[in-house]
């Protein structure tokens, strides 16, 4: 695993962002370790923190991907329109008549057909660069080498290092190191992975609710979002579970934050014509 975390920070774009983050989480830390009379949680404090102001900076890019998801909710009748218009010819002239026609509608309505994908990519982005990070933190965060080792818990959480997988395997020896008894520490791995299933479904969820397109049955994306419900919920389980207890505070929050922005902004969308 130390093999995979070098080579993640030294990957292109990656490995500088991953310095980046530290920078900030170092930052974040500090004025933690300042303001808090324990140092019981400082790592995951610090993570949570990180989370939220990443994501507040991300907001101009999360207001335009819902702008332009609700704006596909009312394409969606001219788009499905062309697509039966062309169904039954499969030549290339007609494929790409189609093509042309549909491009018209997006250029109407001023969106793309790619325009909620650059903020999903940066978030993955941002969730590659924070691997290095909380899994080696002592080397982005100097102050923990010298701290105790409290810092690391949080919770019930022993080790923000250790995976849920490796709380299942190595239970025994950890609830000697921590004094954490095995039945906490097995429902501890049990919640976080459960916990990032239900926020990914919910975000997704609500996602669909607000654009609309959950309740169109002509959208030809009904399909593909319904599996997507599955899968990505899946996915999220499969990350946290076999990741850093770090990762999966990130990944859980970041959820709860993306719900609570959907709803602000949509409010506020609401009220633009």
């Avoid at 899994?135 to 965060?141: N, T």
């Avoid at 810092?151 to 022993?158: A, C």
């Avoid at 008894?181 to 429902?187: G, H, K, N, Q």
Wanted: glycine content about 6%; charged content about 15%.
């Amino acid at each position: 695993m130390e093999g995979v975390v070098l080579t993640a920070a030294n990957w292109p774009i990656i490995g500088q962002i991953a310095d980046l983050l530290g920078i900030v989480m170092n930052f974040i830390y500090e004025i933690l370790d300042k303001l808090l009379p324990s140092d019981v949680g400082l790592v995951g404090l610090s993570i949570i923190l990180y989370t939220i102001i990443v994501y507040m900076i991300m907001m101009p890019l999360t207001i335009k991907q819902q702008r332009t998801s609700k704006m596909t909710s009312v394409m969606n009748p001219e788009l499905t329109a062309i697509r039966k218009k062309y169904q039954n010819k499969r030549d290339q002239a007609s494929q790409l008549k189609m093509n042309e026609e549909m491009q018209q509608v997006y250029d109407k309505y001023g969106t793309s057909m790619t325009g909620g994908c650059l903020t999903m990519a940066i978030q993955m982005v941002l969730l590659f660069a924070l691997y290095p990070v909380v899994y080696d933190m002592e080397s982005y965060v100097p102050a923990i080498k010298n701290a105790a080792g409290d810092v690391q818990k949080f919770l019930t959480i022993p080790d923000l290092s250790l995976s849920p997988m490796q709380m299942f395997s190595e239970r025994a020896e950890i609830s000697s190191q921590f004094g954490v008894s095995s039945v906490i520490l097995i429902v501890t791995a049990i919640a976080l992975p459960a916990l990032s299933v239900l926020t990914q479904y919910l975000s997704m969820r609500l996602s669909q609710a607000i654009s609309g397109q959950a309740m169109d049955k002509d959208n030809p994306m009904a399909g593909t979002m319904k599996t997507m419900n599955i899968t990505m919920p899946l996915m999220s389980l499969f990350f946290v579970i076999s990741l850093p207890a770090g990762l999966g505070i990130y990944w859980i929050i970041s959820a709860v934050v993306r719900c609570i922005q959907q709803v602000i902004i949509n409010s506020h969308l609401k009220k633009m014509s």
